[in-house]
């Protein structure tokens, strides 16, 4: 990255972050879904204090910082880091949503389907671990999308003159499903599936237009360097990913966070990842709707219009 980028990037952070834009901390219920997003991304030290809070909240609850650094083998540093990396401002406040966080396990919640899918599974046991992994998948999004950002980014792509969406393989189909909502309701999107020609419609963005990325790794070299031609164009840009702190969040305006389910061999992880891009994507596009209503309405029931015909009985 060029000097002059990291200063404009600087400087547009900034100004995405300042005022009334600062994400209030993690409710308690979002606690669990926090550290399975952000784990992967941790440091193995740090890795052990996430997975010590998430899986005794009571336990930790009565601890001092020394006393989860002793009990995880870790500094009181690492401690206030892990903390602050979920969303606390301190330690303090970390035990406080740990404390509520138990108090709700206390409350009768049923135990946890494991989502572990063998080879000799029968069908309706498969079904049972599905149903349950996209639920977790889709509350876990949920409890982590930081509705500042979301705001801010339904509020770019409302007032755009154009969006390109950009997006490889599963997350592809995602970019595809949100321009089509887009093209929907009266607004000018492209998800160029190429990657060459994702790059070509990026040099001729400008201020006034947004592009977004989708990928969950948030490291895919062939949606992250459109972004970055974008945003080098002075184009609003917006990251969906699944790791908060990738690289195509180095160009990103605005950051929304998917839920990062754990891979197994009978379900790869673009099938779950998929699910939670689809969320954010609904509830962008559901916001752009509501801020756009008196135009979108009307757009959105000559789309249906010109469609019915085909959805009528006896139509070929």
Do not use: W
């Not at 995880?72 to 509520?100: M, N, Q």
């Not at 996209?134 to 949920?142: G, I, K, M």
């Not at 969040?249 to 990842?273: F, G, I």
């Amino acid at each position: 990255m060029t000097q002059d980028v990291k200063e404009i990037f600087a400087d547009r952070r900034r100004t995405s972050t300042s005022g009334n834009s600062v994400a209030a901390p993690p409710a308690p219920a979002a606690l669990a879904a926090k550290v399975r997003t952000l784990a992967p991304s941790m440091t193995r030290s740090m890795q052990r204090v996430a997975e010590a809070v998430a899986g005794d909240p009571a336990g930790c609850a009565a601890l001092t910082v020394t006393g989860l650094a002793g009990l995880t083998g870790t500094s009181e540093a690492t401690v206030v880091r892990t903390a602050r990396l979920l969303g606390y401002p301190g330690y303090r406040d970390l035990r406080l949503a740990l404390a509520g966080l138990a108090a709700q396990q206390e409350s009768g919640r049923a135990p946890a389907i494991t989502t572990d899918i063998a080879v000799d599974d029968p069908i309706a046991d498969v079904v049972a671990k599905l149903a349950h992994d996209e639920q977790q998948t889709l509350a876990d999004t949920a409890a982590g999308l930081d509705t500042v950002q979301l705001g801010a980014a339904v509020a770019a792509l409302a007032g755009a003159r154009r969006t390109d969406v950009y997006g490889i393989g599963a997350s592809g189909l995602v970019a595809q499903d949100l321009t089509q909502k887009l093209l929907r309701i009266g607004l000018i999107a492209h998800a160029p599936g190429d990657p060459h020609l994702a790059v070509t419609n990026a040099v001729q963005l400008r201020a006034g237009d947004v592009a977004i990325a989708i990928t969950h790794s948030g490291s895919t070299g062939d949606v992250i360097e459109p972004l970055r031609v974008a945003f080098e164009r002075g184009a609003t840009t917006i990251a969906v990913t699944g790791r908060p702190d990738g690289p195509v969040t180095q160009y990103a305006d605005h950051v929304l966070t998917t839920s990062t389910a754990r891979e197994s061999e009978l379900r790869p992880a673009a099938m779950s990842s998929r699910t939670s891009q689809l969320l954010v994507v609904d509830c962008l596009f559901v916001g752009i709707a509501q801020r756009t209503y008196e135009s979108a309405a009307p757009a959105l029931s000559a789309s249906y219009e010109a469609l019915a015909h085909r959805h009528r009985s006896g139509s070929r």
